[in-house]
């Protein structure tokens, strides 16, 4: 029954849904935070979060400029907050700075943070840009670091179906339903 799927490319996979999903729990702030020095004075903590908070807020309404100036408010209190470069990429990309979401992607995999989300989004920006062979390539790496995520193995199926490997976009396309 696969076989005969039609794929065609979903543009806008990650920013408004999957990543979407995770921001809303209030296990986003505690992480980015985690990292944050005991030495750190109470009222720039609470400040720190209330402006993180406030930036995901923008985020989940697709508010991408005031988002990302919330996040690099965050990065100048904060320069170690886990997970804050990411959600920038994510800005960035649907601003169509895909220039800039490439180099906050490349930061955030340099330091181990996100790294599923980050090459996911990097196989979106190969994608747009009509490249699907470094798509195919960015795709299996996320399903290889999280094999659970369904949508990493949907985007990498529709990517090598684009390069011409139908049976192996079958294969991952299989791997995304079970």
Not at 8 to 16: K, P, S, T
Not at 36 to 57: F, Q, Y
Request: proline fraction near 3%.
């Amino acid at each position: 029954m696969l076989r005969h799927l039609r794929l065609g490319f979903v543009g806008f996979l990650i920013a408004q849904g999957v990543w979407a999903e995770e921001a809303k729990s209030p296990e986003t702030v505690e992480r980015a935070l985690a990292n944050a020095p005991e030495s750190l004075p109470e009222d720039v903590r609470l400040r720190l979060t209330d402006t993180l908070r406030k930036a995901l807020d923008f985020h989940l309404r697709g508010e991408w400029a005031r988002a990302a100036a919330g996040y690099e408010r965050v990065l100048e209190m904060h320069p170690e907050a886990r997970g804050v470069r990411y959600q920038l990429a994510v800005c960035a990309y649907n601003q169509r700075d895909l220039t800039g979401a490439r180099r906050l992607l490349q930061d955030s995999l340099a330091r181990g943070e996100e790294v599923a989300d980050c090459y996911n989004l990097l196989g979106n920006i190969e994608a747009v840009t009509g490249n699907h062979a470094a798509a195919a390539e960015q795709f299996g790496k996320a399903a290889e670091e999280f094999p659970a995520n369904a949508q990493y193995h949907y985007n990498l199926g529709v990517a090598l179906r684009k390069i011409g490997r139908a049976d192996d976009a079958i294969l991952a396309l299989e791997k995304a339903v079970v």
